[in-house]
């Protein structure tokens, strides 16, 4: 299983241009191209190898009202059978801003997971849209639940934290977020994840944006980029019939006060 002949590790990109994808670089452009200060998109996609999971496979999706580009370089890359995340490096060249691949030819595996994140360059973290793309996302339940699900799968706390810390003020971070199957506890579940991650980062709030199956939690450096967000991401949700939400309420609630 993600074996090539011959042993060569075959990296997941069964995700490639399937549905979620499409819905999840639709949103990272949205808050690259409209947050003031941002000049770069760095994607950190932890790679693990290809698995039997049947993850990835919706692949018929309609272009809606999001990129057209984004979805005909996607149905493009479907339609030749060529599924590999490096051509993201195609897709946003020649753009208004850096497009930035950390490793996305490299399998990452829980063993070197302190190596991996002290290792992204420094440049690529400033100024920039940093995207942390985990299979699953937060860590969750006791280190043996984990390692039963594949450890690999997962962004630990610290993780989070060694990233956040050197990023400079302009920068946002966004992190990927599979959500709790049961459609009655998904609201909660966005609301427990995001309020940990501004307490571990010592931020105010963290905006969230989903569809229901998958969520995009977003965290800034500064009051002022978070004020921004807040002001332009909501409406892009509701476009594109997606729940928005910053949390913790309490900060919402402040934030509408003072409109």
């Known amino acids: ?128 849209v940093v995207f942390i793309d985990p299979d699953t996302g937060i860590e969750t339940g006791a280190n043996t639940y984990m390692r039963g699900k594949g450890i690999d799968r997962y962004l630990f706390w610290n993780n989070i934290v060694t990233v956040f810390n050197r990023m400079n003020a302009n920068s946002v971070l966004i992190i990927y977020q599979h959500l709790q199957r049961n459609a009655d506890l998904v609201v909660q579940n966005m609301r427990d994840k995001s309020t940990a991650l501004a307490e571990h980062l010592g931020r105010p709030s963290v905006a969230c944006v989903d569809d229901g199956d998958i969520a995009f939690l977003i965290a800034t450096k500064s009051d002022a980029a978070m004020t921004h967000v807040s002001g332009t991401i909501p409406e892009y949700a509701q476009t594109h019939e997606l729940r928005y939400h910053l949390f913790p309420e309490v900060v919402a609630e402040a934030a509408e006060a003072q409109a």
Do not use: W
Request: charged share 25%; hydrophobic share 30%.
């Open 1 to 128: 299983m993600g074996q090539k002949a011959g042993g060569a590790v075959v990296m997941k990109n069964q995700y490639f241009g399937d549905q979620r994808d499409f819905m999840k670089y639709d949103v990272l452009m949205e808050v690259v191209e409209t947050t003031p200060g941002i000049s770069r998109l760095t994607n950190i996609p932890m790679l693990t190898p290809n698995d039997q999971t049947g993850e990835g496979n919706v692949t018929a999706f309609v272009e809606g009202n999001r990129r057209s580009d984004l979805y005909h370089f996607m149905r493009y890359c479907l339609a030749r059978g060529d599924r590999n995340i490096r051509n993201l490096r195609t897709y946003f060249a020649n753009r208004r801003f850096a497009y930035y691949g950390y490793r996305d030819d490299v399998h990452y595996e829980d063993g070197t997971r302190q190596e991996y994140f002290d290792s992204i360059p420094a440049k690529v973290l400033q100024d920039a």
